[in-house]
């Protein structure tokens, strides 16, 4: 089992969240937004589903799911204050390691959720966080991760070059590549999409811009031999224990 204390990440550990606003608050409504709109349709139907959010920061998605009405939702994250807020908010979070739990853990979850990049984790660290979270999900339980898009045109390079904390980028075919190695069958990988604020008409126009490039990307890879078709500035995948 690979040791918390040994992850390659300082500044941005895998284990903690670090996308928050300056304003949490306000980001238990934007985020829950983005959430709904890219995980909720992935997670299993059964409310009484046991669930898991590894680097649940705030509980910004552990509020998500309890209001869609999750009973069993279990948030862990490393850092005290960012649980604190969670805690404040009611939300059933606590201050644990990555994996130190689940090395302990002997209950299986029906899904385990990871709210921090997975390109915050070295390859070997990636192996083996996948490798744990298999052996912690129940027979045909559900792993939900996401990535920096490195097939993204606009922002593959920079998502990866401009963080100190990450080590590598994911493609739809690295992507799901690494997690059949590791054993996950019915394997998808989706496109996250920033659109999410109806509300707000710039969205609108913003989409279709990203509609329009997206074909330009696609022409452009097919040019060059390549099968690229998600162009997000990141991709999530949706596999499962078999």
Known sequence: MMRDKDLAARIEPFDSFWEAPSDIEKGYSSFGRFYKRNYLKHVPADRSARILVVSCGPGYFVNTLTEAGYRDVLGIDSDPEKVGHAQRQGLNCRVDMLFRFLMNNDRPFDLIFAEQEINHLTKPEILAFLEACRDNLS??????????????????????????????????????????????????????????????????????????????????????????RIFTKKIGAVARRP
Not at 145 to 158: F, K, M, W
Not at 164 to 172: A, G, L, P, Q, V
Not at 184 to 204: A, S, W
């Open 139 to 228: 027979s045909g339980g559900t792993l939900i991760v996401h990535s920096i898009n490195g097939a993204s045109p606009l922002t593959g390079s920079e998502a990866r070059a401009g963080n100190f904390d990450h080590y590598n980028s994911f493609t739809e075919y690295s992507l799901k590549q690494v997690l059949v190695h590791r054993g996950f069958t019915d394997v998808r990988i989706v496109p996250l999409n920033l659109y999410v604020f109806y509300l707000n008409p710039v969205n609108y126009a913003a989409w279709a811009l990203w509609t329009f490039l997206s074909i330009l990307f696609r022409l452009g890879f097919v040019l060059v031999g390549k099968d690229a």
